[in-house]
């Protein structure tokens, strides 16, 4: 146990006196936080929208107004001709352009209704369809309010009527901090525990430690608990930045959040452990978590991109990803606020995922050189 | 009563053979060297009776244990210092060592003593990290991070490798003095000059040991007529003697050139200073010399 103990107060002095490894470890998932809490917004705000009136009245004006009353768009400019559209579009004064039709006033009692065109840059895809929604939207309530309030029932038509749960701003925020959560989570335990025992290997400090009675169980374990902490610590700080900061509460239960957490810390330990066991040198450590771990966690674990879009080969590479498991439990129990038992397929695959990577980690641990 | 046994092992990577049939014994409380250049399969052999890596062929057996079945025994046993520094650079040299203490069950007051004369120099740099260490110093902090469990044996894998003069020959006195405290001691080296500090030493080529003995017997079956010779101008001469009439193996030795002769009496010693005098060489010394270690190692290795 004094063993154990020696072992695990050298890796704190080793984390502690490297200031760079300190920064990253326990500055990214601020940054990161940050980074993707306000760059990386996929949020509809204060969106720039030109209007077309070629018969400007009082209809059009309330439905102008209704419109820049919205804390979505603000309308910046009012365009005169049809070619003008074009203009401000690629000039980047506006990305929505709502233009309404001939006799919009006159038709819109008559048969045919009356005709809008709303004009989106496209150029981001995704931000495109959220403003044609959200303008949509906006109209759509008018057009109702209208009907109801003359009596017509003109019309009618089929209305549909979305609402978002859970999220009924559509806060990116929301999105984005499981998925973080579960990538700082995998680089910190993975990537900075293979890195650590793999650099004994590589300073020859593992040779010394070998030819002496500790078992060499003790000393992959006793790097595990420095990164262990250290994990804890940035589960804490990203609960507190997404609570208190992104304004993103745990609508769940606390204490089961926590207890999957630490099940996924554990899981990715085990994983920085098998990298271990493969790797004789830090670039190659890296190389395997960075390449093999990091990259397809951003793209494959639904982190950013929902799984069932990407094609179905990739999406067995996601479902044998542990992350993938852990943000679908966070989504659960963090963001939808349902209880444990309805991620408890998550926990047992997290569980048995973790059981086989010790297992096999284990069984290639060498008390031996090669 | 023996330390050591090791019997015919062998070591291969892929297609190179590190070891090629290696025995030998090593007394209890003996200072052994082991004696060759890089490459020749010293590490290997160390890690094999270390317990580190596995023979393809062969035994061993250190302190009455088998390397392969009592490995766990005998690791409490061993003192071992690699070739390459391998402490930890950003812990101080106290944490270091108390960390390999502890890494033994022991503590450094338990077994103080037994490094005192050693840690008594790095005392003044207790608190300094170990990768700011000169390399004298370093090389000092490694062999008491070896000694502080009092193994019975110690292995050194070219511990005098990259450090001063002076540091090396304090290294030697500090083995000297671990040999009267009963510790058996391995000591591998590519410098020829130490070999004459151990007891017994084992000439090491390629995977194989050439010879087995103590230096002086070593030096004292060097058959062949041994002369050295130097001039002002060094760098011709060793071509010059080279293609002399009677002259066998010449090579370059520190700043003399070393040459045996034929034993056919074919060789004459005026003659070549004539020669040499001749092809423009002057302050010409040539005289007989008693073959060193490292004469030994040529010759054998001619062989």
Partial sequence: MRQF????RKEFFHILRDRRTMLI???????????????????VRNVNVAILAPEPDDMTR??????????YFTVVRWLDTPTEIHETLRAGEAQLVVA????????????????????????????????????????????????????????????????????????SAYHFVPGIMGLIMMLICAMMTSISIVREKEMGTMEVLLVSPVRPIYIVVSKMVPYFVISCINLITILLLSVFVLGVPVAGSLLSLCLVSLLYIVTNLSLGLLISTMANMQVIALMISGLVLMVPTMILSGMIFPIESIPRVLQFVSYILPPTWYIAAVRKLMIQGLPWIFAWKETVILLAMTIVLIATSLKQLKHRLE | MLSVEVSDIRKRYGDTVALDGVSFNVGKGELFGIIGPDGAG??????????????????????????????????????YMPGRFSLYQDLTVEENLSFFASVFGTTIKENYYLIENIYKMLEPFRKRRAGKLSGGMKQKLALCCALIHKPDILYLDEPTTGVDPVSRKEF???????????????VST???????????????????????????????????????????RMHELLYAVRSFRGVDNCYAFGETVHFTTFGDGSFSPDALKDRLRAVGHGDIRLERTRATIEDCYMSLARE
């Fill in chain 1, 5 to 8: 103990g020696a072992f695990i």
């Fill in chain 1, 25 to 43: 470890v326990l500055v990214m998932p601020v940054v990161l936080i940050i980074l993707f809490g306000f760059a990386l917004s996929t949020e």
């Fill in chain 1, 62 to 71: 309330r439905i102008v107004e209704r419109i820049d009353a919205s804390e």
């Fill in chain 1, 100 to 171: 309404f039709g001939q006799h919009f006033s006159g038709n819109l009692f008559s048969p045919d209704g009356s005709q809008m065109q709303l004009v989106v840059d496209a150029s981001d895809a995704n931000m495109a369809r959220s403003y044609i929604s959200y303008a949509g939207g906006i109209i759509a309530d008018f057009s109702r309010e209208m009907a109801a309030g003359t009596g017509t029932s003109a019309q009618e038509g089929i209305s549909s009527s979305v609402q978002f749960l859970y999220n009924p701003q559509m806060k």
């Fill in chain 2, 42 to 79: 010293k590490t290997t052999l160390f890690r094999i009776i270390a317990t580190l890596i596995l023979a393809d062929e062969g035994t061993a057996t250190v302190e009455g244990f088998d390397v392969v079945k009592d490995y766990k025994e005998l690791r409490k046993r061993i003192g």
């Fill in chain 2, 172 to 186: 030697w006195e500090m083995l000297k003095k671990l040999q009267q405290d009963g510790i058996t001691i391995i």
């Fill in chain 2, 190 to 232: 590519p410098y020829m000059d130490e070999a004459v500090l151990c007891d017994r030493i084992a000439l090491i080529k390629e995977g194989r040991f050439m010879t087995i003995d103590t230096p002086e017997n070593i030096r004292a079956g060097f058959a062949d007529e041994l002369w050295a010779v130097r001039s002002d």
